[in-house]
């Protein structure tokens, strides 16, 4: 079967440093998203990886560890727009097709 | 270069209606999927075209269907309309026809309501 998770919520400190964490269990595995998504917006793509180790972007990183299904999006110097929901999703199959499963998203609320 | 484009935004239907959701994906992208967000399950795939062809379909009944035109708009329409229905119906449009590294970007999606 297909099961992601992500925990539900997690609170923050302003200028801190957060990791949100992902483990997956998929009958495939061909990559691995994060996505951000404001209250009321359209979900945007930060990062992607498909093979182990650390990708950074910026402010934001992730990392993943396909031998422990694992991955973690690493959020520095938080800002207060920072506060949002992170989804963390899974491209299982391989060939013609861009289908992703989705974990139910980790909100975020980044205190002053 | 414009988004994903979704119409409407904010939907109100009745039990037993039907309903037509529009989607016109990003100027090049072939690759049209659509998602059902609920607070509860997250996002859950519908179905994915690829020029004009469903190549792809989630576990979702027969009462969810959709289309893509051959300039890559995309259609999704539901039938006989249940409560649970309700959600936010996410269209995403990707560059790469297989999949990869080409992420998918999403519309700002349709609120549709069911009374």
């Known amino acids: 079967g297909q099961n992601i998770d992500q925990p539900t919520e997690m609170t923050a400190t302003e200028g801190a440093i957060v990791q949100i964490n992902c483990t997956y269990q998929?009958?495939?595995?061909?990559?691995l998203f994060w996505y951000q998504q404001h209250a009321g917006e359209a979900p945007t793509f930060l990062s992607y990886n498909v093979l182990d180790g650390l990708e950074e972007k910026g402010r934001f990183s992730s990392f993943l560890s396909r031998s422990k299904g694992y991955s973690y999006l690493l959020l520095k110097e938080l800002q207060m727009k920072d506060s949002a929901s992170y989804l963390c999703?899974?491209?299982?199959?391989?060939?013609?097709?861009?289908?992703?499963?989705f974990g139910t998203g980790t909100l975020l609320a980044v205190q002053p | 270069k414009a988004g994903v484009t979704q119409t409407p935004r904010y939907l109100i239907k009745t039990r037993g209606q039907q309903v037509t959701l529009s989607c016109s994906p990003i100027?090049?992208?072939?690759?049209v999927s659509w998602y059902q967000q609920t607070p509860g399950q997250g996002l859950q795939f519908l179905f994915e075209?690829?020029?004009?062809?469903?190549?792809n379909k989630g576990n979702f009944p027969g009462r969810f269907s959709g289309r893509q035109f051959s300039n890559s708009r995309s259609e999704m329409n539901v039938s006989t309309l249940e409560l649970g229905d309700s959600a936010l119906y996410l269209c995403a449009s990707s560059l790469a026809e297989k999949g990869a590294g080409s992420p998918l970007h999403f519309g700002n999606g349709t609120r549709l309501t069911v009374t």
């Open positions: 999703a899974v491209r299982p199959y391989g060939g013609a097709t861009n289908k992703l499963i």
């Open positions: 998929t009958s495939g595995f061909n990559g």
């Open positions: 100027s090049g992208h072939r690759s």
């Open positions: 075209y690829f020029s004009e062809t469903q190549r």
